[in-house]
């Protein structure tokens, strides 16, 4: 007897694990009675009725990534390229996940890839190349709508490779590095006409501040003749006087003066190659010194005219 209770009671506690649940945070368990739904069991401690209900499926209620396959697609121009994503999904509703669709994951996959297909075929190869973040929302807004009656919220698509054709990417290469010459050869085009537009203003303004030094130089310099020229008439003033008033020794000094000026022009100009000295400078001075003898007997003979007359 003994024997047999000890296994009734094993039996009996077998039985009460068997239709105690315990359900783990993120997850949500459907419960069938006779292979019909009933009700689902949330995170925590749940007890079924034993022999009437069983747990039916145990669905993942946490985002799960589905990887998308490649596969080929003919753009809007006709180019033929491969495409892969990734897909990012939760399950909102477990009895409609469990028992509206069979393979789940496997349904969403094929879901997406055949909405790739229209999507990126109603568009041209620069458009999806430039344009890929208006791809996955356009996607999305379709995979989401279709996997309602699933129980399922698509939260993101991603298109991860776009791969054209080997000769279809030669020649966007070639076509790049033309475009990047033609800017390049831009640039330095307008770097040669800044540079000599930089060029002929500065020589521009050379020419201005050339004009007016030489401007502000003519200037100076006729003022220069012109104080020299008051100099020298002042000079001739007062030899004027000094011979008028008979002091005949200044006109000598005056035309020394002027002849030792014409020998210094005459030494230091840079046309003249051989210098003719007189043989005799002495005799140049008596010379002057002699016309001064002469300006002044004639000085002197005018006063005694004046008297007899």
């Known amino acids: 007897m003994e024997a047999v209770a000890v296994v009734l009671l094993i039996v009996v506690f077998a039985v009460i694990l068997k239709y105690v649940v315990i359900v783990s945070q993120g997850y949500e368990y459907t419960v069938e009675s006779f292979g019909k739904y009933t009700r689902s069991l949330t995170p925590g401690f749940h007890i079924l009725i034993p022999i009437f209900e069983n747990i039916g499926a145990k669905i ?47 349904a969403i996959m094929n879901l997406v890839m055949t909405n790739i297909r229209p999507v990126i075929g109603s568009m041209e190869m620069d458009e999806w190349l430039s344009q890929r973040n208006i791809i996955n929302p356009k996607l999305l807004d379709v995979v989401d709508v ?65 004009a007016e030094g030489k401007k502000e130089a003519a200037f100076r310099e006729a003022e220069a003749r012109e104080r020299s020229a008051q100099a020298e008439a002042a000079a001739t003033k007062m030899v004027s006087d000094a011979i008028a008033k008979g002091n005949p020794s200044a006109l000598s000094y005056f035309l020394g003066q002027k002849y030792i000026d014409a020998l210094q022009g005459i030494v230091t100009s840079p046309n003249e190659k051989l210098l003719m000295m007189p043989v005799d400078t002495t005799h140049v001075m008596s010379t002057v010194a002699g016309i001064a003898e002469i300006v002044k007997d004639s000085m002197a003979k005018t006063p005694k005219k004046k008297s007899g007359e």
């Open 60 to 106: 993942n209620r946490k985002e799960q990534v589905l990887e998308v396959a490649s596969q080929e697609v003919i753009t809007k121009d006709n180019a033929m390229v491969t495409v892969n994503g990734v897909l990012f999904y939760q399950i909102q509703d477990a009895a409609k996940a469990a028992y509206q669709v069979e393979n789940l994951d496997y």
């Open 146 to 210: 279709a996997t309602i009656p699933w129980g399922v919220k698509v939260t993101r698509v991603e298109i991860k490779d776009i791969t054209p054709p080997t000769d279809l990417i030669d020649a966007m290469a070639r076509q790049m590095k033309v475009e990047r010459d033609k800017r390049a050869n831009i640039l330095e085009a307008e770097g040669l006409r800044q540079a000599e537009i930089l060029q002929a203003e500065g020589a521009k303004q050379a020419a201005i501040l050339d």
